[in-house]
């Protein structure tokens, strides 16, 4: 899948950030941060009062206590037993998927492996949904959202919160939680 392009100037706040923190979680969920990104993740920060901002500041804290030989290292340990992030959907998700990528013009990058469901790859999808960059009608990146994220990321997601003993990628999936929980409470306003 090809990266999204920067957002359109005319987003609002909200659909700038949400646009932002999906194409983090895409970009983090498809390969280890390269030295620039965990850099930038060390100067997260948010609200302490909110969902968000706590998981802003886990993956913060956890970026600063680590370096990009152990993020390597983590993600293989993170995602070696967890393969919800490229999910069997018995065929549920194939051919839409693909027609509704396809529609919006997005397409396999050159040596790009994973399967159009892995969790990264929807969350970049749906990022460039929000910030306009595909060409969509207005709530298509709400029925997107429902479709394709919101029947299985919530489990992906805990599942990684959960994994003992690698701090970054545990992080990563509070995060993936919150913006799950910050999307659900968008979707209304994005459908209408």
């Known amino acids: 899948m090809t990266p999204p392009a920067p957002p359109a100037p005319d987003l609002d706040l909200l659909a700038l950030e949400r646009a932002r923190l999906f194409a983090m979680l895409g970009r983090l969920l498809v390969a280890p941060p390269d030295g620039p990104l965990l850099a930038s993740l060390r ?3 948010g609200l302490p009062d909110r969902l968000l901002g706590q998981a802003y500041g886990r993956l913060a804290r956890a970026a600063r206590q680590t370096d990009l030989a152990a993020t390597e290292a983590s993600f293989i ?7 919800l992030l490229a999910r069997d959907h018995g065929g549920v998700f194939g051919a839409p998927l693909e027609a509704g990528l396809a529609a919006l013009g997005v397409g396999r ?4 492996a994973e399967p159009a469901d892995h969790l990264g790859l929807l969350c970049e999808t749906l990022a460039g949904l929000i ?3 595909f060409p ?3 709530g298509e990146e709400a029925a997107f959202f429902a479709a394709f ?3 299985w990321a919530g489990r992906c997601f805990a599942a990684l919160a959960a994994v003992e003993g690698e701090e970054f990628y545990a992080a990563i999936g509070a995060l993936g939680l919150a913006a799950l929980a910050v999307e659900d409470a968008a979707a209304p306003a994005a459908a209408g």
Not at 77 to 83: D, I, P, Q, R
Not at 109 to 112: D, I, P, R, T, W
């Open 43 to 45: 100067g997260l920060h």
């Open 77 to 83: 340990a993170a995602f070696a037993g967890l393969s």
């Open 149 to 151: 994220l919101a029947p």
């Open 136 to 138: 969509a009608s207005p």
């Open 131 to 133: 910030a306009g960059v």
């Open 109 to 112: 990058a050159e040596g790009v």
